[in-house]
């Protein structure tokens, strides 16, 4: 996952220091994209080509190396893991909570304890739990996508389908559309809303199946039926226990439960609904968890608080995203008193830069490089020159 970060990261910085980002805007482009900008994969379409000077060849062929090898890799299913979940059911998702361990205490560990910043690595255990099988799902179907949208080798096409209809289409294997056993704590709770971050991923779906939209092996049918899964999995979102004790916490998980919901109205045509999401959380989101200065103090209490205010920032960017194409303008919403978008961005940005000295608790050096992706679309959007900067 890292080198998908550092690949997109060196795509980014090329586009900043060849001048791309304003060339690149296209006025009132009709592009379905989220977290991909079209004009900006065309210019790297026409320069692998020969069209343009290109400063792409390298990068691109990184990542066409590392779809080559994923072109060999069988596809990922939920129903491969040897536990069953407690539904019985192997299409239901089951992950373990990421910084719950065993309690030394105990002679069987249980329940298991909180220990925020650290990662427990028995959440990689693909025997009982499917969150690595979903992010490695996630990172090929990107990946393959991204390359067949520049180089239009349908093999790759071929390749992110297979892995799209054994995870969410074809019903010996796909996944149920709940997350009624996200993030689980073992001796004290199956599930958890605190799971239902897990499929903010799933963006990244939702986006790669607009730029397989055009290959003739990603059917019509097929096109339906996954944008059928994800109308349920948003309608269980919405209407579930767990998804409506999710919309109701305070940090970073409740602006990434939005941005999730909204993503998926947008993608499944429910556009007024997407609007909604994206109008109300200047009010519910921005307005409670941004300060004036903006300072995100719920993200900076936190143990990785430089990680988290980033990644509550990359949640509110894809926000603001979806608002460009539902008609709702979240970049430039500011509150009486101040608090925006903006002004997070611009309140993290001399820190990542080292202008300045974070004192807030970080047990972990962090590489925050796949920030670059969401600091190249405000830039989109602000013209300020300053994000290419960070």
């Not at 690949?7 to 994209?33: Q, T, Y």
């Not at 180089?151 to 071929?158: K, N, P, R």
Request: aromatic share 12%; proline share 5%.
């Amino acid at each position: 996952m890292k080198f998908r970060r550092m690949i997109f990261a060196a795509i980014v910085m090329a586009v900043f220091s060849f001048g791309w980002v304003n060339a690149a805007i296209k006025p009132g482009n009709p592009d379905s994209l989220i977290l991909y900008d079209a004009p900006q994969l065309d210019i790297v379409k026409s320069a692998i080509h020969g069209v343009t000077v290109s400063p792409w060849n390298d990068v691109v062929k990184k990542l066409t190396k590392d779809a080559d090898k994923l072109l060999t890799q069988p596809p990922y299913a939920v129903s491969a893991k040897k536990v069953l979940p407690p539904s019985g059911d192997s299409h239901d998702y089951v992950s373990l909570a990421t910084y719950y361990w065993p309690d030394p205490l105990k002679p069987d560990g249980l329940p298991y304890w909180n220990q925020d910043g650290k990662v427990n690595p028995e959440r990689e255990d693909g025997d009982r739990y499917d969150s690595i099988r979903m992010s490695r799902m996630v990172y090929a179907v990107d990946t393959l996508a991204f390359v067949y949208s520049v180089t239009d080798h349908e093999a790759y096409a071929v390749k992110a389908v297979e892995f799209i209809k054994t995870w969410f289409i074809n019903p010996d294997t796909c996944m149920n559309p709940n997350l009624n056993f996200g993030q689980g704590v073992p001796g004290k709770a199956t599930g958890r809303c605190s799971g239902i971050i897990d499929t903010s991923t799933l963006i990244q779906i939702v986006d790669a199946a607009q730029l397989l939209s055009t290959s003739d092996c990603f059917s019509a049918n097929d096109q339906r039926s996954l944008k059928n899964w994800f109308r349920n999995y948003l309608d269980w979102l919405q209407s579930s226990p767990l998804g409506r004790q999710e919309a109701a916490t305070a940090n970073n998980h409740a602006v990434w439960y939005d941005a999730q919901i909204a993503a998926f109205a947008f993608y499944t045509g429910q556009t007024r609904r997407a609007a909604d999401i994206v109008e109300s959380a200047k009010i519910r989101r921005v307005q409670t968890q941004i300060e004036s200065d903006g300072a995100m103090p719920k993200e900076q209490a936190r143990t990785r608080s430089m990680h988290y205010s980033i990644y509550n920032l990359q949640a509110f960017i894809t926000l603001a995203r979806i608002g460009d194409k539902v008609g709702v303008n979240l970049w430039d919403y500011q509150s009486p008193d101040g608090r925006g978008v903006r002004k997070a961005l611009d309140y993290l940005i001399p820190y990542l830069l080292q202008q300045k000295t974070w004192h807030f608790q970080t047990i972990i050096s962090e590489n925050e490089r796949g920030f670059a992706r969401y600091l190249n679309l405000a830039e989109l959007h602000y013209r300020s020159g300053k994000y290419q900067e960070a």
